[in-house]
């Protein structure tokens, strides 16, 4: 794309966000886009509309995604009919600079590489306090290592981020919340010396450095998990387009490619496959069969579409509550990460529902925007995500709890093992989630079964 923008073949509208996906005799026939800067609204009409808007993992309010990376695209599509796949399967990674309070606008990752070297580890006795360097070796609990011989500090993502989670839950949580787990790197520069671990991790190591003001060639990380990638998204063909004839989704935006784990570096994988190798070639099959003609029910569409975003962001300014949507989103990530994160119970799932259904509620009467619509206003911007977020966390929250089994990142405390591992439920559950709007009642629930022709899933374990 930006080799024919190059060349002036297209345009790009920077500062522009899709507020709406307009749908014309069942087919995708552009979007609705307000100007971040002017906040003017406008229509685009197109052959074919490319979503490419990447996860929503921002609905836990802090994360390892940009501020500004929100669901509203996807939303949006969903609510115009577009199936929606394994909301539920979020991805929680298990290196992260820890939170430290509710200042903080998202997380940064650390690189999962410092688990190659780095050892987790806590105090053995709950409520232990000293500094890591007063704590003898005795008195350490290398719990990765002693879970899980084999694999150690390199077990997937999802397990080593709820072990992190239960040792604080346990009380043996360091820092100053007792929310992280030590990366300790002392073995590493004994047996391969400063330079090499440098010539390895020196940039991750300065960029925590200047985050937490604690060198780790001296003292060991703390790390906690946090919210990172969403498996789930806008379901799609083979082709990449979604039930809506016109619709292709892209990236992380879809569902298509990570099942309920995503493994590292495969969205960049699957970035590349779906943008060089699949769309360019699928977008001109469907051109080649669906030349749309300019008609009078798609104008329609585009002047209906317009209208109600109009509506939308002038009811957002003309409500007269007394909260900034920044609290509401506080609310939801709270909500969403209790209930609805590494450790989900169907009692948890339904207070998640409840209380979620309730913060909509609250925030349609309570919500306050100040500022203009025809203007810069990020306070009308966050508002109008937030909304879509709090709808998305519900519908999560609703797949978590139907989804009765554990399986990669979805683990629920009822479908565990006697090692604490995922119980997954094959015959019920070997299926695509798949979710259709239906606006005012509960939306539908549809299952796309899953084949395996060349291997059969088997029951992991690490220990």
């Known amino acids: 794309m930006m080799k024919q923008y190059g060349k002036g073949a297209l345009h790009i509208h920077t500062r522009?966000?899709?507020?709406?996906?307009?749908?014309?005799?069942?087919?995708?026939?552009?979007?609705?886009?307000?100007?971040?800067?002017?906040?003017?609204?406008?229509?685009?009409?197109?052959?074919?509309?490319v979503l490419a808007t990447g996860g929503y993992s921002n609905v836990y309010y802090l994360?390892?995604?940009?501020?500004?990376?929100?669901?509203?695209?996807?939303?949006?599509?969903?609510?115009?009919?577009?199936?929606?796949?394994n909301p539920s399967f979020a991805q929680i990674h298990p290196t992260c600079v820890p939170r430290t309070g509710r200042h903080q606008s998202k997380l940064t990752l650390?690189?999962?590489?410092?688990?190659?070297?780095?050892?987790?580890?806590?105090?053995?006795?709950?409520?232990?306090k000293r500094p890591p360097e007063q704590i003898p070796e005795a008195e350490r609990d290398y719990y990765l290592e002693r879970i899980y011989p084999s694999f150690g500090n390199l077990v997937p993502r999802d397990v080593a981020s709820r072990n992190a989670k239960a040792q604080c839950d346990a009380g043996k949580g360091v820092g100053g919340n007792g929310q992280a787990v030590y990366l300790d790197f002392r073995e590493a520069l004994e047996r391969?010396?400063?330079?090499?671990?440098e010539e390895k991790y020196g940039n991750i190591f300065d960029m925590y450095r200047q985050i937490t003001d604690e060198n780790p060639y001296e003292t060991p990380m703390k790390i906690y998990p946090a919210a990172h990638y969403t498996m789930g998204g806008l379901w799609v063909?083979?082709?990449?387009?979604?039930?809506?004839?016109?619709?292709f989704v892209l990236g992380e935006a879809n569902f298509s490619d990570h099942g309920a784990n995503r493994l590292g570096a495969s969205a960049l994988m699957q970035g590349l496959a779906d943008g060089y190798f699949i769309a360019p070639y699928t977008i001109q099959n469907y051109l080649v069969e669906h030349h749309h003609d300019q008609f009078s029910s798609a104008q329609t569409s585009f002047r209906d579409d317009t209208q109600a975003a109009e509506h939308r962001y002038q009811s957002f300014?003309?409500?007269?509550?007394?909260?900034?949507?920044?609290?509401?989103?506080?609310?939801?990530?709270?909500?969403?990460?209790?209930?609805?994160?590494?450790?989900?119970?169907?009692?948890?799932?339904?207070?998640?529902?409840?209380?979620?259904?309730?913060?909509?509620?609250?925030?349609q009467g309570q919500v306050r925007v100040p500022g203009r619509t025809n203007d810069l206003n990020e306070q009308l911007e966050k508002a109008a995500r937030i909304e879509d977020f709090i709808a998305l966390?519900?519908?999560?929250?609703?797949?978590?709890?139907n989804r009765e089994e554990s399986c990669g990142a979805h683990f629920r405390v009822e479908y565990q093992t006697e090692e604490h591992e995922a119980r997954r439920n094959d015959e019920q559950f070997a299926c695509v989630s798949v979710w259709q709007n239906q606006e005012a009642t509960v939306p539908l629930n549809l299952q796309e079964p899953l084949v395996?022709?060349?291997?059969?899933p088997q029951t992991r374990s690490y220990t």
């Not at 987790?120 to 409520?127: L, R, S």
């Not at 395996?452 to 059969?456: E, G, S």
């Open 16 to 49: 522009k966000e899709m507020v709406d996906l307009v749908v014309a005799d069942g087919h995708a026939r552009g979007i609705v886009a307000r100007d971040l800067i002017s906040g003017e609204i406008t229509s685009h009409e197109a052959d074919v509309v």
């Open 237 to 247: 063909d083979y082709d990449l387009m979604s039930n809506i004839p016109g619709l």
């Open 393 to 401: 966390g519900e519908l999560m929250a609703r797949d978590a709890l």
């Open 317 to 363: 300014i003309s409500n007269r509550g007394e909260n900034l949507s920044e609290q509401f989103h506080h609310q939801l990530g709270s909500v969403m990460w209790n209930h609805v994160g590494m450790e989900r119970s169907a009692p948890g799932l339904r207070q998640a529902i409840a209380d979620l259904q309730q913060l909509a509620t609250d925030f």
């Open 63 to 85: 994360s390892t995604n940009a501020m500004t990376s929100n669901c509203s695209a996807i939303w949006r599509a969903y609510r115009k009919g577009a199936w929606l796949a």
């Open 110 to 128: 650390m690189s999962e590489s410092l688990r190659n070297d780095g050892r987790v580890w806590v105090p053995d006795q709950a409520g232990d």
């Open 452 to 456: 395996f022709r060349a291997v059969t």
């Open 192 to 197: 391969l010396g400063h330079q090499v671990v």
